[in-house]
């Protein structure tokens, strides 16, 4: 990335320096009277290089744009597979659908005008430089330090404007997703004749954002450039009344003008394109440094190890003074908690809604960072186990709010917890496992079996079938001990029988929590 964006700075170095050179050699030819043929051949050479430089600068600025899409692509989706519980409470899919619009957003404004930022930049310096070994040129040199000041003005106000703009859109988007999950509720209780008021109010206020981030965009990127030229001439006068720029000094100043106006107008256009792509890092960065955790891989050899057979069985989980706190909130949600599940011991975890059965199950899956305490699993803590291995012992089905079947085949939702592509074990388990949970019938109708794209857009399974997935999914990963957080609501009570005789011979230990 680096070589990239020095390779891009030196052609645009040696594009401008190629311009340069060719205005002066034709400017010296006319004003000297020698337009000859052969004058103009040899002014050509230099305009030559500058297209060539010029286009193989916008093809690795487009190079650079793309690599650095891929680049954000990965981190953000490395990110989001480490993003903690705590990290996305509260978010709604319109945040992440968001995030996702950004990193293209990004790739667009990098591709559109990083490489005139950098241009225009490069140019502004050499016609400072220029200006400053030019006799008589301190008017040009006041005036190109005057539309620089400016430009930083501008841009400064237009990263305001796009910042108010682009939650505005945010807004709308979450607003947009909330709308489309729930049309079929509001089309019951809601009033048609209200229906669209709450919209029209954002959408209202959006476009009034959006206007005044075009009004500052249109000022940097176009008046700006124009209004400075004629700034930069009349700048030129004085000197020019007093004889002190005349004949080729005079010709000089005029290109210089028309250089530093082009490379200004590009810098601005770049810069109105760094806005955007500044803006949308903004809230993407979370994600992407999120995506640079290290992960605990924890020890190989205790991973590895099993207790011994003892007379009385051994802890599988095991909790001493464990406390939780939610990160916004200063009361701990959990205060000394001691708990030990033994192997092969049903326990039943009963309480009122709210009182952080839903959290302690997090805690003990792995999902959520104990504020303080001591957490062990089989005898060993979650640093030393490492993520992966504490989460393969540990299974948690969450409630069917927190659960979610992807628009992925049946089998890919079923067999999540194991290794994808599936063996011929693992496709064996999974239709054994589905055909005792009762969704046999199910796949039948399918008309692509197990490979039945499933979710959202797809098969469209009902609260009970989809929550005997959810089942599914952890059983088959064969975890030392299932917790299952009030997943059984959905069922009627013939399969809530059959369910439970699955759940009770497949998981070696087993902790159900319901409500009180």
Known sequence: MI?????????????????????WWLGRAALSGRLEL???????L?????????????????????????????????????????????????????????????????????????????????????????PGAGGLVAALLLGVALAAWLVRRLFAARRRASARRLELTDRLIERMAGQRTRLVQEEPARRHEAEDRALAAALMEQQVEERRRLALETLLARGWQLVAFAALLPAFA???LE??????????????????????????????ALDAWRRIAPLVEAGRRPIRSGDARIAARRPAAEERAPPVVEARALQFAHSRRAAPVLRDVDLVVRRGERLLLEGASGGGKSTLAGVLAGLREPTSGVL????????????????????????????????????????????????????????????ELGLGDVIARMPGGLGQLVGECGWQ?????????????????????????????????ATLRKVLAVVRRRAPTLLVIAHA
């Not at 005029?254 to 490379?263: D, E, I, P, R, T």
């Not at 290794?419 to 388990?429: C, E, H, I, R, V």
């Open 3 to 23: 070589a990239g964006l020095a390779r891009l700075a030196l052609l645009e170095l040696l594009a401008h320096a190629a311009w340069l050179a060719a205005w």
């Open 38 to 44: 052969e004058w103009l051949l040899a002014s050509a």
């Open 46 to 134: 230099p305009f030559a290089a500058w297209f060539l430089l010029h286009a193989e600068a916008g093809r690795c600025a487009g190079v650079l744009a793309v690599a650095t899409g891929r680049s954000l692509r990965r981190g953000a989706l490395e990110g989001a597979l480490r993003l903690t519980a705590e990290e996305v409470r509260g978010r709604g899919l319109g945040a992440f659908l968001g995030q996702t619009l950004d990193i293209e957003g990004i790739e667009r404004a990098l591709a559109d005008g990083g490489g005139a930022l950098l241009s225009g930049a490069i140019g502004l310096a050499l016609a400072l430089g220029t200006a400053l070994l030019l």
């Open 242 to 244: 007093t004889h002190r």
């Open 247 to 276: 004949g080729d000094r005079f010709a000089a100043a005029v290109g210089l003008v028309l250089f530093a106006a082009q490379s200004l107008q590009a810098a601005t256009r770049g810069a109105a394109s760094a806005v955007t």
């Open 376 to 435: 062990l699993a089989d005898g060993v803590d979650r640093a030393a186990l490492g993520d992966r291995e504490w989460r393969r012992r540990i299974a948690l089905v969450p409630q069917f709010h927190e659960n979610h079947v992807l628009q992925a085949p049946l089998l890919f939702n079923a067999l999540m917890g194991r290794a994808w592509p599936p063996s011929d074990g693992d496709l064996a388990a999974c239709e054994e496992l589905l055909a």
């Open 461 to 493: 399974l009902s609260h009970g079938e989809q929550a005997r997935l959810h089942l599914a999914r952890a059983l088959l990963q064969e975890p030392a001990a299932l917790l299952i957080d009030e997943s059984f609501a959905a069922l009627d009570p």
